[in-house]
């Protein structure tokens, strides 16, 4: 199996976990959420031996999983994502104030699912290469976790250098938001603008029942 464990963390506080496997993923993995800042966006990887640990940090939720070294970046992250999305659609702002294992009971099925999709089934390869490299898109570091755990001042290295990734997502941000605003008032115009053209296809209907344009058969 590909992806082993995985866990959703609010900062240092997890939400829902499931393991695949007797690892000690866990204990390694709460270690992990201790040294990441909470307030950073971060996408990274930490190999121990033939295991890495793959973190997406967005908007304050953390999703963590474990995988084997032979799954490479593509898939375990596609995972985060989907994990991530599916997370924050299903609790929205309650996952930003739930106390610990608050979601366990209900998600920890939902990671069970899709840990086992990712790992097993090759229809979720084919949509990540669909989308594309994943790994060509996101500059995604690797660090060795033993060395994460026994200096902070390597993984703080590491997360500063995530600083133009989060600078490059508020500038795609922007431009969507422009996007978005752009066509919103295009639309209007158009709607204005097909609002006008039945009210004159209305007049003119009128004025040639009406026998003309001040409409005088119908007025009196």
Same mark, same amino acid.
């Given at each position: 199996? $590909?992806?082993? /464990? !995985?866990?959703?963390?609010?900062? @240092?506080? #997890? *939400?829902?976990?499931?393991?695949?496997?007797?690892?000690n993923a866990s204990a390694v993995a709460r270690q992990i959420l201790e040294r990441i800042p909470g307030a950073t966006d971060t996408h990274?990887?930490?190999?121990?031996?033939?295991?890495?640990?793959?973190?997406?940090?967005?908007?304050?939720?953390?999703?963590?999983?474990?995988?084997?070294?032979?799954?490479?970046?593509?898939?375990?992250?596609?995972?985060?994502?989907?994990?991530?999305?599916?997370?924050?659609?299903?609790?929205?702002?309650?996952?930003?104030? $739930?106390?610990? /294992? !608050?979601?366990?009971?209900?998600? @920890?099925? #939902? *990671?069970?699912?899709?840990?086992?999709?990712?790992?097993?089934?090759?229809?979720?390869?084919?949509?990540?290469?669909?989308?594309?490299?994943?790994?060509?898109?996101?500059?995604v570091m690797i660090e060795n976790i033993d060395k994460v755990l026994e200096r902070g001042d390597r993984l703080e290295l590491l997360v500063d250098k995530?600083?133009?990734?989060?600078?490059?997502?508020?500038?795609?941000?922007?431009?969507?938001?422009?996007?978005?605003?752009?066509?919103?008032?295009?639309?209007?115009?158009?709607?204005?603008?097909?609002?006008?053209?039945?009210?004159?296809?209305?007049?003119?209907?009128?004025?040639?029942?009406?026998?003309?344009?001040?409409?005088?058969?119908?007025?009196?």
């Amino acid at each position: 199996m $590909a992806i082993l /464990y !995985a866990l959703v963390a609010r900062g @240092s506080v #997890v *939400l829902a976990e499931f393991s695949g496997a007797t690892t000690n993923a866990s204990a390694v993995a709460r270690q992990i959420l201790e040294r990441i800042p909470g307030a950073t966006d971060t996408h990274v990887s930490y190999s121990q031996d033939r295991y890495v640990f793959h973190v997406k940090r967005t908007d304050g939720i953390t999703v963590l999983c474990v995988a084997d070294d032979t799954a490479g970046r593509r898939i375990p992250f596609a995972f985060l994502e989907d994990i991530h999305g599916r997370f924050v659609r299903t609790y929205r702002h309650a996952c930003h104030t $739930a106390p610990a /294992y !608050a979601m366990n009971d209900e998600f @920890s099925r #939902v *990671l069970s699912q899709q840990m086992d999709y990712y790992s097993n089934d090759p229809n979720a390869d084919r949509m990540n290469r669909i989308k594309g490299e994943m790994s060509q898109v996101r500059d995604v570091m690797i660090e060795n976790i033993d060395k994460v755990l026994e200096r902070g001042d390597r993984l703080e290295l590491l997360v500063d250098k995530t600083t133009n990734m989060q600078g490059n997502t508020i500038r795609f941000r922007k431009q969507a938001r422009r996007f978005r605003n752009t066509v919103w008032w295009r639309n209007v115009k158009l709607t204005v603008a097909l609002i006008l053209l039945i009210l004159i296809i209305i007049y003119v209907v009128l004025a040639f029942v009406c026998h003309g344009i001040a409409l005088p058969s119908c007025i009196r």
